[in-house]
């Protein structure tokens, strides 16, 4: 079974930046992290994913060139930083980690919370 644990947030200006933490404990051969965010009423996006172990990065268009995924190897985690945060970016923010290089995500966080205030 795998855990992923969700770290970082908070509330934040226009403009500001948060680091959003992701730490993977149990057994597990994951090869993909990634994060996603649910906004209240919209669905669940798409915001960034990187891959093991060669580490390839990709991104929503929404959020290129703000935020970047970074990992640690030694411990399966993953951080997210957040630069030029718009009140759009607010949101629930989730741990995910896959087994495959495709399809779905087998696992998921609990979700840490992201508020951009205008």
């Known amino acids: 079974q795998v855990q992923l644990v969700e770290s970082g947030g908070g509330l934040v200006q226009t403009g500001g930046s948060l680091r959003v933490s992701c730490v993977a404990s149990?057994?597990?051969?994951?090869?993909?992290m990634g994060w996603f965010r649910q906004a209240p009423g919209k669905e669940r996006e798409f915001v960034a994913a990187?891959?093991?172990?060669?580490?390839?990065?990709n991104y929503a268009d929404s959020v290129k060139g703000r935020f970047t995924i970074f990992r640690d190897i030694a411990k399966t985690a993953m951080s997210l930083q957040m630069n030029t945060l718009k009140p759009e970016d607010t949101a629930n923010y989730y741990c995910?980690?896959?087994?495959?290089?495709?399809?779905?995500?087998?696992?998921w966080g609990q979700g840490t919370q992201v508020t951009v205030s205008s």
């Open positions: 990187v891959t093991w172990p060669a580490g390839s990065t």
């Open positions: 995910a980690a896959a087994n495959r290089r495709v399809g779905d995500y087998d696992y």
């Open positions: 149990g057994r597990f051969s994951i090869v993909r």
